[in-house]
């Protein structure tokens, strides 16, 4: 049934992904990105569409990269540490995130909508463990690094509510909002990206939080 419902919004993004070369984009921080369009996850659909090219401009940075949550596999990015506790493939290990040796540092850690289910979709259940996730990779950033990790607003409400009340040390909380279907998204102030409603329906988000490290 959501593969049905997803056919208007699917025909729609077309002509997105035929004219994805001749502009349409979305500014974060005074840079413009192009949107992202791939047929894997039907990316113009969600918030793939933004997170991807963001993730891109981190991974530039080069040097030891940590992923948290096998994404970008997906889209053609190898070759980095990958970890994602169930998705099985070539070189990603399957251990949980709150597992990871807390001395180990990279230059770059990125997490694409992966710590909003930690403790909602594994065991132990406890929706707090995706706080603790996000406070992990924080101190997993080395000296000079960067982090990026991106969170679904309404997907786990305990760890939103943290991430605005500034539990996470160390990190800057920006946020963006989808103002349309399909590839259309603005920056917004993480309490605006925070008052978007999830999806539940087509499983994507309307509002993103966007945690980056070292906090400026």
């Known amino acids: 049934m959501r593969r049905l419902r997803q056919v208007p919004a699917f025909l729609a993004g077309l002509p997105h992904t035929v004219l994805r070369g001749r502009g349409g984009g979305f ?96 065991e132990p259940r406890d929706p707090r463990r995706g706080v603790d996730a996000v406070r992990l990779l924080a101190g997993a950033v080395a000296p000079g690094g960067e982090l990026l990790v991106t969170v679904p607003v309404g997907y786990n409400p305990v760890l939103d509510r943290a991430l605005l009340a500034g539990e996470v040390p160390g990190v800057r909380v920006d946020g963006l909002v989808r103002t349309a279907r399909g590839p259309h998204w603005r920056q917004a102030s993480p309490q605006e990206a925070a008052a978007a409603s999830y999806d539940h329906a087509e499983t994507t ?9 070292p906090a400026s």
């Open 205 to 213: 988000a309307r509002g993103l939080l966007v945690v980056r490290g």
């Open 27 to 122: 500014e974060f921080d005074g840079r413009r990105y192009p949107y992202f369009h791939h047929r894997y996850n039907l990316t113009w659909l969600n918030e793939r569409a933004v997170e991807v090219p963001l993730a891109r401009r981190a991974l530039g940075r080069g040097g030891r990269v940590l992923e948290v949550g096998n994404v970008l596999f997906h889209y053609g990015h190898r070759g980095h540490e990958v970890v994602d506790k169930y998705e099985r493939g070539p070189g990603v290990r399957n251990v949980d995130v709150l597992d990871l040796d807390p001395a180990a540092r990279w230059d770059v850690v990125i997490s694409i909508s992966t710590v909003e289910h930690v403790g909602v979709d594994d």
